[in-house]
């Protein structure tokens, strides 16, 4: 039998559900552990309604902007408490309605179950309206449920000190500046957001058509001592696959360097990782045969010092790769308007953090600026590769370039 503590540890959210209904008397032993979750002054005002119906299902995805999650699993019950009691400032309907959620959770846990909280209910007063509830009831989330038809690693939490206080509040945190634009960041502040963005763990799984590309393009100047620089969270190397053997990764965190080797071994990769941290990098003048830097040029809070680097560690000859995204395409322009319409705390943490597009022309000045001689461009669309004049709106911009 597992422990309480097993119990916490093993619950994952599970986003794969496979198709087969869940047994009654496990959905009945679920909701009695939400039960006996506690309430504010035991009003246990909380409503579940539990949803199987597709066409319900259909109905709050469509009219109601629910969550479209809430139609891969067999089971969503949708918890309600009731808002005219326990209010601001404290929201103890949304804490009592949690509290009934996370019970729910572990014992679905216990029972083999996978299961997933949704936040995302969509428009309260639309969904009471499908669901036939009165509007004092809030629909506070969606608890889904169903056999899981994947297992997800346990995504990376934060290390425990980082967020105890002992008796008074000790700001360890490094904050986020409330702007996208890689100006306003620290270099530290960066390598925070980083760690943040690594510990959501289960989205790093999809590869696009692009990155595929690139990487066929890089795996032909592999030879000699390769630096991959800032490499989270890792997936260009995992595309790379055999041709990291000689291969040293930088990063800024020994956070970051275990998850993608965490990440790498499970390809049976294991190229070594390298920490240090503010914009010099830990190694002599002249160390390497080729630098890759994959997207960084547009996050790096210094990318100009960046580049400097780079070239520094470089051996004369050596080639510097450069990828990165370009403004001047159909998406950069798309996410440059939207980093524009909303440049505040809450895009930052929940998109990018910092980033600001270069268009091809800015990156060739810069790289020309330090030195180093532009040998090729290539622009890549999906599958495409572009070497004139369209090169300069494809997605993403590769540079070869080298010191001479
Ligand atoms: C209040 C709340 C709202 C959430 N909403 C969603 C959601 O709308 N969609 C989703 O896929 N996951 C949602 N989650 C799940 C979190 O993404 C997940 O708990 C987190 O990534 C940690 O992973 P773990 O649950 O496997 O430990 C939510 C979790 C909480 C606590």
């Not at 539990?50 to 139609?71: E, F, Y």
Request: charge should be positive; proline fraction near 5%.
């Amino acid at each position: 039998m597992m422990s309480i503590k097993d119990i916490i540890k093993e619950r994952r959210s599970i986003r794969a559900f496979k198709d087969s209904a869940i047994s009654k008397t496990a959905l009945m032993e679920i909701l009695e552990a939400g039960l006996y979750a506690p309430t504010a002054c035991n009003l246990q005002l909380m409503e579940y309604i539990v949803i199987t119906d597709k066409a319900l299902k259909d109905q709050l995805v469509k009219r109601a902007n629910a969550s479209t999650r809430i139609k891969g699993a067999p089971v969503a019950i949708l918890i309600l408490y009731d808002k005219r009691y326990h209010g601001a400032p404290n929201y103890n309907f949304i804490q009592s309605a949690s509290a009934s959620i996370e019970n729910m959770l572990l014992r679905a846990t216990e029972l083999g179950l996978g299961s997933l909280w949704i936040g995302d209910v969509g428009t309260p007063s639309i969904v009471n309206e499908i669901v036939k509830a009165p509007d004092f009831l809030m629909p506070v989330a969606f608890v889904l449920l169903g056999l899981p038809s994947e297992a997800p690693p346990q995504p990376i939490r934060r290390p425990l000190e980082s967020l105890i206080h002992w008796n008074t509040f000790a700001d360890k945190a490094v904050h986020f500046p409330s702007s996208c634009n890689p100006k306003n960041w620290s270099v530290i502040q960066y390598s925070e957001f980083q760690k943040r963005h690594i510990r959501f763990g289960s989205r790093f799984s999809s590869t696009s058509e692009e990155s595929r590309v690139l990487a066929e393009m890089l795996k032909e100047y592999v030879g000699g001592l390769t630096l991959d620089l800032l490499s989270s969270p890792g997936t260009h190397l995992y595309n790379l696959g055999e041709s990291l053997e000689s291969m040293v990764f930088y990063e800024q965190s020994y956070e970051i360097v275990r998850f993608i080797n965490n990440r790498l071994s499970k390809k049976g990769l294991h190229p070594s990782g390298i920490v240090g941290q503010g914009s010099r990098l830990p190694f002599r003048e002249g160390s390497f045969d080729r630098v890759i830097c994959y997207c960084k040029m547009e996050q790096y809070p210094g990318p100009y010092q960046l580049l400097v680097e780079a070239r520094r560690v470089l051996k004369r000859g050596g080639l510097l790769l450069l990828v990165s995204r370009n403004l001047l395409s159909y998406r950069g322009l798309l996410g440059q308007l939207n980093r524009w319409i909303r440049d505040d705390a809450e895009s930052v943490l929940r998109y990018h953090g910092p980033l600001r597009l270069h268009s091809s022309r800015e990156l060739i000045r810069n790289v020309r600026k330090v030195g180093l001689n532009i040998r090729k461009t290539v622009g890549v669309t999906d599958s495409k590769k572009a070497e004139s004049w369209r090169k300069h709106f494809c997605r993403l911009i590769f540079i070869e370039c080298q010191k001479t």
